[in-house]
């Protein structure tokens, strides 16, 4: 790995004048890094150097890429917020909105963590540092720092140098390869090579070594050739040769499956000059002198990188048979190829020269935090790109953390709540308000990425509130929210079955009756004459006083004198399903729910055969509606599946019907006589004239078995002489 440079004050400054000229931004930048030192100054690099060392370097490095004042001053300040103890007040006071903003950014990426392999994925890890840096200055920033760390990473302990070379190669690296920075991409690249797999990176580091006088011979000979052949034409240029980086040799080597060999044939060398027209008369003389190789040209001046990388590339064969790899481009090409985004430096920063130079750089800019937060694919046309930008990724995620830094994404929209739930059900239920970066919120605020948010709970919380299913936005939570409710509308029963357990007791002990009447076995004979499946509900009717305790000693006393006289089947009849299935005795089921109160809703008056939906009440258990019922439409957070029990025939469902016919004599008398051919019985019945005293409106009342039965009840009906509309009626 090459030695790199530790830069002093002066050399910052130097390189900060080279391309900053006003006065109050270099005052700015000193004060910057005085302020820092002074607040670093007892700390100490795991190097033994003085802390300072390193946001000086990091400042350096943002400055080398011609970044803007505040970028540089925030580069020298990043880490005074974490590491310091300094007031953010203060620190506004000190530097202002706009480089706190941008210090408050570095450290919120620095706090990023991943409570494991599952939860930290490379491309994932990307998207969240971008989606968190509102401003793309943050990511610079963060990648020098990063630069700096990678380049001291020999002090730390080696699980921990492979654990940052790692994140660096899937993070960082294509972050600075999609921001055009190729200077800090290559390093992080090689650095990190070289802690991953030192084995492969000593032997390509050492066939480069091998090669290196030859190579370079054979460039210089090269660089002489074609500036001969530019030097009557009258353009301004610079040529010189240049290495290619040792990881992406091994890339190639990898993916492409070559030898070494295959892939140092191709020398490189770079041609940079004026302007655009130069470029291209360039690539003609050069192709008019030496072979080009067919298919090798590329045109990124016409046709931009998706990284707004622009240049020539061609490759030729000189007299000898070598190939050479050639890129043609301007100065400005030159420098965001370089720099990449750091060469627009002048956003937020600078003064433009026109409104529409403005436009241009900010459309820039904004086109890069779209570039970096795309897959990876390393060559993606231009289609495939702006189809991958329409579905951008962060309409629809945020990215929102815990106070110790954990990160949690959520659909846009969330709330406290999906937050609570997604970190444990227990935390959920138990949550009782919430901070949202330090300020109590409603508990219905809706997050946005970056926010730290940090929950309130109590053991004796009462849980989750029906309203909050108003508000969540994950189905996650909403289900969880659900059972909770309805698990405790079940419990607030157990204490009534409890009494009709005892009262039953009671009464059994008073009037002498053989205990194993007590039995659930035994009782099941009683209270399946009630029409209840299941013990449970028979006590809850028992406790509820709905079922008298003398109704019961009768049917008891009946059984035990049949039963005084043997059956010869008296072993199975007491036997229980082994599969317990709750069946209301309306012959519905919950989904998932062993007991719970179940009714039909009046409205709309389901039967068998309806497609049914049950709806989660205020302490009455589970209402049954028709699916379509209008009354149902607007309550999807408190739907609860439901579904018919099978050849259950027990039961008998009223519906209400609206009849319309023109009114006539003996119309109300054929209705029920209809009715009682179709075996539907009649509970009530009401008809009235209209205003135009020639139509009747009659609403009944008719109980049936199931929807089958009552299609035939509305055909016939429909037969009835007169009869002009017969519908179900919802109320
Ligand atoms: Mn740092």
């Known amino acids: 790995m090459a030695k790199f440079e530790v830069y002093s004050f002066e050399d910052l400054m130097n390189e900060v004048r080279s391309y900053m000229k006003n006065e ?21 690099r795991k190097s033994g150097e003085p802390y300072i060392i390193h946001p000086l370097q990091v400042g350096t490095y943002l400055a080398k890429l011609h970044a803007g004042p505040s970028t540089v001053a925030a580069g020298l300040l990043h880490d005074v917020l974490e590491d310091c103890d300094v007031d953010p007040d203060d620190f506004t006071d000190e530097f202002g909105e706009e480089i706190y903003k941008l210090v408050e950014g570095v450290t919120k990426i620095g706090n990023l963590k991943f409570k494991d392999e599952k939860e930290y994925q490379a491309a994932n890890h990307r998207k969240i540092l971008i989606a968190m840096a509102s401003d793309i200055r943050v990511i610079l920033i963060k990648l020098c720092d990063r630069l700096h760390n990678v380049r001291t990473l020999q002090y730390q302990p080696p699980e921990k140098q492979k654990k940052i070379a790692k994140e660096t190669l899937e993070v960082y690296a294509p972050i600075a390869h999609r921001l055009g920075i190729s200077e800090i991409k290559n390093e992080l690249e090689d650095i990190s090579f070289m802690y991953l797999d030192p084995e492969k990176y000593h032997e390509i580091a050492g066939l480069v070594e091998n090669k290196k006088a030859q190579r370079d011979e054979q460039v210089r000979q090269m660089i002489i050739s074609i500036d001969e052949l530019l030097a009557d034409k009258h353009i301004n240029f610079r040529i010189f040769g240049r ?14 499956n070559k030898r070494f060999d295959e892939i140092l044939d191709l020398l490189a060398i770079r041609i940079v000059t004026e302007n655009a027209l130069d470029c291209y008369e360039i690539l003609g003389y050069i192709h008019a002198k030496y072979t080009p190789i067919p298919g090798r040209l590329k045109d990124y001046i016409a046709m931009p990188k998706f990284n707004m990388y622009q240049s020539l590339h061609t490759s030729v064969i000189n007299s000898e048979g070598t190939i050479f790899e050639i890129q043609i481009r301007t100065e400005e090409m030159d420098e965001i190829a370089e720099r990449g985004v750091a060469a627009h430096w002048r956003y937020k920063e600078g003064k433009y020269n026109s409104k529409e130079e403005q436009k241009q750089i900010e459309e820039r800019l904004s086109l890069f935090r779209d570039i970096i937060s795309i897959k990876d694919d390393e060559d993606l046309d231009d289609q495939v790109f702006m189809e991958t930008l329409q579905r951008d990724f962060f309409d629809t995620n945020v990215y929102v953390m815990s106070p110790k830094g954990r990160v949690i994404d959520l659909p846009q929209g969330s709330t406290p709540i999906d937050f609570a739930y997604r970190i444990h059900t227990e935390v959920g239920n138990s949550t009782i308000g919430a901070t949202v970066n330090g300020i109590l ?153 062993d007991s719970i109160k179940i009714s039909l809703a009046g409205c709309c008056s389901p039967v068998p055969g309806d497609e049914i939906i049950g709806f989660i009440t205020k302490g009455q258990g589970v209402k049954v509606h028709r699916k379509d019922c209008p009354n149902i439409q607007k309550e999807g957070n408190r739907i609860i599946d439901v579904e018919w029990e099978e050849d259950y025939h027990d039961t008998k469902y009223e519906v209400t019907l609206y009849i319309e016919a023109t009114d006539r004599t003996f119309l109300i008398t054929d209705i029920v006589t209809v009715l009682s051919q179709s075996k539907a019985q009649l509970n009530a019945i009401n008809s009235s004239v209209k205003e135009d005293k020639v139509n009747t409106v009659t609403t009944i009342k008719i109980v049936v078995d199931n929807s089958e039965h009552l299609k035939n009840v509305i055909a016939n009906l429909r037969k009835v002489q007169s009869v002009t509309k017969v519908e179900r009626k919802i109320v």
Not at 24 to 36: F, M, P
Not at 243 to 256: A, F, P, R, T, W
Not at 520 to 527: A, S, T
Request: proline share 3%; no cysteine.
């Open 243 to 256: 290495s290619k980086h040792l990881y992406s040799i091994y890339n190639k080597m990898l993916k492409k």
């Open 441 to 593: 919120v409603p508990l219905n605020t809706v997050l946005k990425t970056g926010d730290v948010v940090s929950l309130q709970t109590s053991k004796n919380s009462v849980g989750p509130s029906e309203d909050w299913l108003k508000f969540v936005k994950t189905t996650h939570a909403r289900n969880k929210i659900k059972s909770f409710l309805l698990k405790k509308e079940m419990e607030s029963r157990a204490p009534i079955i409890e009494r009709g357990e005892s009262m039953l007791k009671e009464e059994f002990e008073r009037r002498e009756v053989d205990a194993e009447w007590l039995q659930p076995k035994k009782l099941q004979e009683i209270y399946s004459q009630y029409n209840l499946k299941e013990y449970n509900d028979f006590m809850y009717a028992v406790g509820n006083k709905a079922i008298s305790l003398s109704s019961i000693m009768d049917k008891v006393n009946k059984k035990a004198h049949a039963q005084a006289a043997p059956t010869l089947n008296s072993n199975t009849v007491y036997v229980r399903e082994e599969k317990k299935k709750y069946t209301s005795k309306l012959g519905i089921r919950v989904a998932g729910i």
């Open 24 to 44: 109050n931004n270099l005052a700015l930048i000193e004060k910057a890094y005085l302020y820092a030192a002074d607040k670093h100054k007892e700390q100490k």
